[in-house]
């Protein structure tokens, strides 16, 4: 069975039915398909890997990265796909390190989406189009703001990559852009 994007979408809508997570998967996919499009990479294989990162948060929160295996073989997922998923759960929830750069990127920018729809909130546009790298790396380094995404991750995932902070505020800004509609991201700049 050929995999495809319109497949996981169905699959991810069978297990994630709140609307927060369906909009954080689907900034996920935009910002790893941003990235495996300045690597070379398989832009629609890492989309969908970002899209299907959290497929068992919703109905097992105390189970997450570890259901994620049987739900993805239950749907004919291939290893290389049910390895990223899981993986992003390193030294959190999970034992499975980050092997490719595929699963690095996605350990490092899963919390890092949540900072930018916070720093979105906080704007008097609500939107991601004028938002800029200085603005989230500023509300980045105050440990209050968006407590609960982990910084920690984000510099364990930097480091995995030997990429600079900046750099992947940066991307992640701009993968997020190129869905801004999809996402409900424009905000009040029509």
Excluded at 174 to 185: F, H, I, S, T
Aim: hydrophobic letters at 40%.
């Amino acid at each position: 069975m050929e995999i495809t994007k319109d497949y996981a979408y169905q699959v991810l809508n069978e297990y994630i039915k709140g609307e927060y997570l369906l909009k954080h998967s689907k900034a996920v996919s935009a910002c790893m398909e941003h990235f495996a499009s300045l690597l070379g990479e398989d832009v629609e294989k890492w989309g969908i890997i970002g899209l299907l990162h959290d497929i068992d948060y919703e109905l097992y929160p105390n189970e997450h990265c570890k259901k994620a295996r049987e739900i993805l073989e239950k749907h004919d997922f291939p290893e290389e796909y049910i390895h990223a998923v899981q993986s992003h759960g390193y030294d959190i929830v999970i034992d499975i390190k980050p092997e490719h750069i595929m699963e690095k990127v996605l350990y490092t920018i899963d919390e890092l989406t949540g900072i930018i729809f916070a720093a979105i909130l906080m704007r008097p546009s609500k939107s991601i189009l004028d938002l800029e790298t200085k603005s989230v790396k500023k509300k980045y380094k105050s440990p209050s703001f968006a407590a609960g995404c982990n910084r920690e991750v984000i510099e364990k995932g930097l480091n995995m990559l030997s990429w600079d902070l900046d750099y992947v505020i940066t991307q992640t800004i701009e993968g997020m852009k190129k869905k801004a509609v999809e996402l409900d991201l424009v905000g009040n700049l029509k």
